[in-house]
T-cell receptor, first 118, second 115 residues
Framework: KAGVTQTPRYLIKTRGQQVTLSCSPISGHRSVSWYQQTPGQGLQFLFEYFSETQRNKGNFPGRFSGRQFSNSRSEMNVSTLELGDSALYLC?????????????????FGAGSRLTVL | AQKITQTQPGMFVQEKEAVTLDCTYD???????LFWYKQPSSGEMIFLIY??????QNATEGRYSLNFQKARKSANLVISASQLGDSAMYFCAMRVNNQGGKLIFGQGTELSVKP
């Protein structure tokens, strides 16, 4: 069973540019969440998509956006890049069963996309 | 405020010994889930173990066990018989009130296993 696939794994951009990162979830997983990981702020939740709709959003500026396609693949976009956007961007997928009240819905993470902004 | 605190930035353990990684959490919501993830230098987060707030027994998964003390709001990870491959960052995380894909993470503990 293939895991969560993120592309590209590494990329370098300059300030002011924009970037698009891609995430292919595990087959059958309908929820995709994105996280930013930096040495200073740690792991921070960006947003979650489920059935092509944004279901939850973290505290990030509007430059950070995302979308999900009908096959559950997701992309996130960062416009007008700043130096502080340099980070490891992690994508996670889960089944997110409707009516799951146990909370045990486990997120499976990809290996991440490491973005460097110069 | 919902928060996860990991007070041990780094820890060393001898191979084959047991080690406990500390995690305390803060939430006023009665329904929550606690997770531990391992992140090797490759970057991928690997799920280790889960504990629900209503679970009566401590969770166990192979060499991993979670020491859940609800009154103290702690959820410490115990790794028995440490192996060299256990060297990695370990993150404690919380999901509150079934908020889907949103986890709140602690700052992590870097574990180094000595041969």
């Amino acid at each position: 069973k293939a895991g969560v696939t993120q592309t590209p794994r590494y990329l370098i951009k300059t300030r002011g540019q924009q970037v698009t990162l891609s995430c292919s979830p595990i087959s059958g997983h309908r929820s995709v969440s994105w996280y930013q990981q930096t040495p200073g702020q740690g792991l921070q939740f960006l947003f979650e998509y489920f059935s092509e709709t944004q279901r939850n959003k973290g505290n990030f500026p509007g430059r950070f956006s995302g979308r999900q396609f009908s096959n559950s693949r997701s992309e996130m976009n960062v416009s007008t890049l700043e130096l502080g956007d340099s980070a490891l961007y992690l994508c996670a997928s889960s089944i997110r069963l409707a009516g799951d009240s146990t909370g045990a819905n486990v997120l499976t993470f990809g290996a991440g996309s490491r973005l460097t902004v110069l | 405020a919902q928060k996860i605190t990991q007070t041990q930035p780094g820890m060393f353990v001898q191979e084959k010994e047991a080690v406990t990684l500390d995690c305390t959490y803060d939430t006023s919501d009665p329904s929550y889930g606690l997770f531990w993830y391992k992140q090797p230098s490759s970057g991928e987060m690997i799920f280790l173990i889960y504990q629900g707030s209503y679970d009566q027994q401590n969770a166990t998964e192979g060499r991993y066990s979670l020491n859940f003390q609800k009154a103290r709001k702690s959820a410490n990870l115990v790794i028995s018989a440490s192996q060299l491959g256990d060297s990695a960052m370990y993150f404690c995380a919380m999901r509150v009130n079934n908020q889907g894909g949103k986890l709140i993470f602690g700052q992590g503990t870097e574990l180094s296993v000595k041969p």
